[in-house]
């Protein structure tokens, strides 16, 4: 009697789980890839992939906006976007203070970083994540190749993340 509860316990509590996985994957409005980070995990954002022509398979947050980093920043250490332009390029922000290192489908590792004003932020190979206030919709991607001036002024030109981790190479989406 008692293996037999405790095996309808952890059988309850396996299917709790997987509906709460399913749940998170599982959204009517968003017909983007699956989530490799389950929503489920405390001060983790959800990251999926999604397909967009002209572009490839790209990293999106659980609302399917794109993500981006740019050239300028390759470490924590050379974080510049801060001020009006972390307001325009809002940074990808985490509560936790490790990740996991490796997602599914996706090219490369993720740490947390600590940006200037001592937010966390998620980072992809170094790079500080970011998600672009001009994408108004799943699948845009206004921010590719787009040039812009870091919050010191600096020259930074901004690419969409792709799951593979190459470069993004096609113009932005016409706004």
Same mark, same amino acid.
């Given at each position: 009697?008692?293996?037999?509860?405790?095996?309808?316990?952890?059988?309850?509590?396996?299917?709790?789980?997987?509906?709460?996985?399913?749940?998170?994957?599982?959204?009517?409005?968003?017909?983007?890839?699956?989530?490799?980070?389950?929503?489920?995990?405390?001060?983790?954002?959800?990251?999926?992939?999604?397909?967009?022509?002209?572009?490839?398979?790209?990293?999106?947050?659980?609302?399917?906006?794109?993500?981006?980093?740019?050239?300028?920043?390759?470490?924590?250490?050379?974080? @510049?976007?801060? !001020?009006?332009?972390? /307001?325009?390029?809002?940074?990808?922000?985490? #509560? *936790? =203070?490790?990740?996991? &290192? +490796?997602?599914?489908?996706?090219?490369?590792?993720?740490?947390?970083?600590?940006?200037?004003?001592?937010?966390?932020?998620?980072?992809?190979?170094?790079?500080?994540?970011?998600?672009?206030?001009?994408?108004?919709?799943?699948?845009?991607?206004?921010?590719?190749?787009? @040039?812009?001036? !870091?919050?010191?002024? /600096?020259?930074?030109?901004?690419?969409?993340? #792709? *799951? =593979?981790?190459?470069? &993004? +190479?096609?113009?932005?989406?016409?706004?």
């Amino acid at each position: 009697m008692r293996s037999t509860r405790s095996t309808l316990q952890a059988l309850g509590a396996t299917a709790a789980v997987l509906a709460l996985l399913v749940a998170g994957c599982d959204s009517p409005s968003d017909t983007s890839g699956e989530p490799v980070a389950a929503p489920s995990t405390p001060g983790v954002p959800t990251i999926k992939t999604r397909q967009v022509a002209g572009v490839g398979t790209i990293l999106v947050d659980s609302r399917g906006m794109a993500l981006y980093t740019n050239d300028h920043e390759t470490s924590a250490a050379r974080i @510049v976007c801060t !001020g009006e332009c972390a /307001e325009e390029w809002p940074p990808v922000t985490v #509560t *936790a =203070s490790t990740v996991p &290192a +490796t997602l599914p489908g996706i090219k490369g590792r993720f740490t947390v970083v600590t940006r200037p004003d001592h937010k966390r932020q998620l980072a992809r190979n170094g790079r500080p994540l970011y998600t672009f206030d001009e994408d108004h919709a799943p699948g845009q991607v206004h921010g590719n190749n787009f @040039v812009d001036h !870091g919050g010191h002024g /600096e020259r930074l030109v901004w690419h969409v993340a #792709t *799951a =593979s981790g190459a470069v &993004a +190479t096609s113009s932005p989406s016409p706004r």
